[in-house]
């Protein structure tokens, strides 16, 4: 197993490797960088996308292709504008600046944001409790609900339970996270009927000062419709998919001779089916935590004004703040790549009869 651990973190090198070198030379296409984004608002011009596009007097691209190569920079010294390109990093060809980059990320060296004069760790980290709070308590509640009842939905096979429950569980998996977020504020915090919830944040003013039982019971009183709201499609996809795993181990061979030999319904459940049936289920949870974690929480941070990753990650997009989006970037496929190999381990841990060695061999 040592062996195998080994080489799937020596494969993770060339993997994360990869995904950094498209990533970075995607960037080196896209228009409207961190200098054309500065010049743009030296010149009264607002955001610098909207004169790409062709806004404007109608230059559109011939005015981005000007003297100086950036859009919004006539009039402005050729002196600031090679300073301005000094500041950014971007006086050096490309390769040597993906170098740079790889080599200061190796040692976990993320440098500082362009327009927040702050580190990127320390940005990630202030914003990491939001992310931390929805992927987690949004994952743990999935697991929690879906596996006990796709159990039992498999167990009682066709019955008016597993069928009014499938409905429900089809509906939730129907509707789009953001809709039923806003559902819950209009219903649940104040929108049109019961005040009931936060609106916004994930704590109290004045939250310091509570006790501690008194945080905790803020703190999950301000989470509650956030994670309700990101577990719901979570949820009703996993409930299905350890139903459908359960049905799959029941119908075999083996759980018809351990009901031959006289083993309870509940012994063969829990003793021989549940193993076997929570590999695939277990498969699927680093996605699950990946997509609640990063991808999932832009929308719900946005509608709760939480001010998490997800809104980090699209405003550093959006101003071509290149040291937190690749830092970011860098993080979150590091810990992807991790989770997947956490997988592997978690299937040794459920059934022990599992070798990747002698696979591989």
Same mark, same amino acid.
């Given at each position: 197993?040592?062996?195998?651990?080994?080489?799937?973190?020596?494969?993770?090198?060339?993997?994360?490797?990869?995904?950094?070198?498209?990533?970075?030379?995607?960037?080196?296409?896209?228009?409207?960088?961190?200098?054309?984004?500065?010049?743009?608002?030296?010149?009264?011009?607002?955001?610098?996308?909207?004169?790409?596009?062709?806004?404007?007097?109608?230059?559109?691209?011939?005015?981005?292709?000007?003297?100086?190569?950036?859009?919004?920079?006539?009039?402005?010294?050729?002196?600031?504008?090679?300073?301005?390109?000094?500041?950014?990093?971007?006086?050096?060809?490309?390769?040597?600046?993906?170098?740079?980059?790889?080599?200061?990320?190796?040692?976990?060296?993320?440098?500082?944001?362009?327009?927040?004069?702050?580190?990127?760790?320390?940005?990630?980290?202030?914003?990491?409790?939001?992310?931390?709070?929805?992927?987690?308590?949004?994952?743990?509640?999935?697991?929690?609900?879906?596996?006990?009842?796709?159990?039992?939905?498999?167990?009682?096979?066709?019955?008016?339970?597993?069928?009014?429950?499938?409905?429900?569980?089809?509906?939730?998996?129907?509707?789009?996270?953001?809709?039923?977020?806003?559902?819950?504020?209009?219903?649940?915090?104040?929108?049109?009927?019961?005040?009931?919830?936060?609106?916004?944040?994930?704590?109290?003013?004045?939250?310091?000062?509570?006790?501690?039982?008194?945080?905790?019971? !803020? +703190?999950?009183?301000?989470?509650?419709?956030?994670?309700?709201? /990101?577990? $719901?499609?979570?949820?009703? @996809? &996993?409930?299905?998919?350890?139903?459908?795993?359960?049905?799959?181990?029941?119908?075999?061979?083996?759980?018809?001779?351990?009901?031959?030999?006289?083993?309870?319904?509940?012994?063969?459940?829990?003793?021989?089916?549940?193993?076997?049936?929570?590999?695939?289920?277990?498969?699927?949870?680093?996605?699950?935590?990946?997509?609640?974690?990063?991808?999932?929480?832009?929308?719900?941070?946005?509608?709760?004004?939480?001010?998490?990753?997800?809104?980090?990650?699209?405003?550093?997009?959006?101003?071509? !703040? +290149?040291?937190?989006?690749?830092?970011?970037?860098?993080?979150? /496929?590091? $810990?992807?790549?991790?989770? @997947? &190999?956490?997988?592997?381990?978690?299937?040794?841990?459920?059934?022990?009869?599992?070798?990747?060695?002698?696979?591989?061999?």
């Amino acid at each position: 197993m040592g062996a195998y651990i080994l080489r799937r973190l020596l494969l993770m090198i060339p993997t994360l490797l990869g995904i950094m070198i498209i990533n970075f030379a995607l960037i080196q296409f896209v228009p409207g960088g961190p200098v054309e984004q500065v010049l743009a608002q030296l010149q009264g011009e607002g955001d610098a996308f909207a004169n790409i596009a062709g806004g404007g007097d109608g230059a559109g691209a011939q005015q981005f292709e000007n003297d100086s190569g950036y859009l919004g920079a006539r009039g402005l010294p050729p002196e600031f504008i090679a300073e301005l390109e000094r500041q950014f990093g971007f006086d050096k060809p490309p390769l040597e600046r993906f170098l740079n980059m790889m080599w200061d990320y190796l040692r976990f060296d993320f440098g500082e944001s362009y327009f927040r004069s702050i580190s990127v760790v320390d940005l990630v980290l202030e914003k990491m409790p939001v992310s931390i709070t929805l992927g987690l308590w949004s994952t743990v509640l999935a697991y929690l609900i879906s596996i006990p009842l796709g159990v039992r939905k498999a167990v009682r096979d066709g019955s008016n339970f597993d069928t009014w429950t499938s409905g429900v569980v089809i509906v939730a998996y129907a509707i789009p996270g953001f809709l039923f977020a806003i559902l819950l504020l209009v219903l649940f915090a104040g929108g049109s009927y019961w005040k009931i919830f936060p609106l916004r944040g994930l704590t109290s003013p004045g939250f310091d000062d509570l006790s501690l039982i008194g945080k905790a019971l !803020d +703190y999950l009183w301000h989470i509650t419709l956030p994670v309700a709201a /990101s577990t $719901i499609s979570a949820f009703a @996809g &996993l409930t299905l998919l350890t139903k459908n795993s359960f049905l799959d181990e029941i119908r075999k061979q083996y759980v018809v001779t351990a009901k031959a030999k006289g083993l309870t319904e509940r012994r063969v459940l829990y003793g021989h089916v549940f193993r076997n049936a929570m590999l695939i289920v277990i498969s699927g949870f680093p996605a699950l935590f990946v997509s609640v974690f990063f991808g999932g929480s832009l929308i719900i941070e946005t509608i709760f004004s939480l001010d998490g990753l997800g809104r980090l990650g699209f405003e550093a997009a959006v101003n071509r !703040d +290149y040291p937190v989006m690749f830092g970011t970037l860098f993080t979150f /496929s590091l $810990i992807g790549l991790v989770m @997947g &190999l956490i997988t592997d381990l978690t299937y040794i841990w459920v059934d022990p009869r599992i070798d990747f060695e002698s696979r591989e061999a």
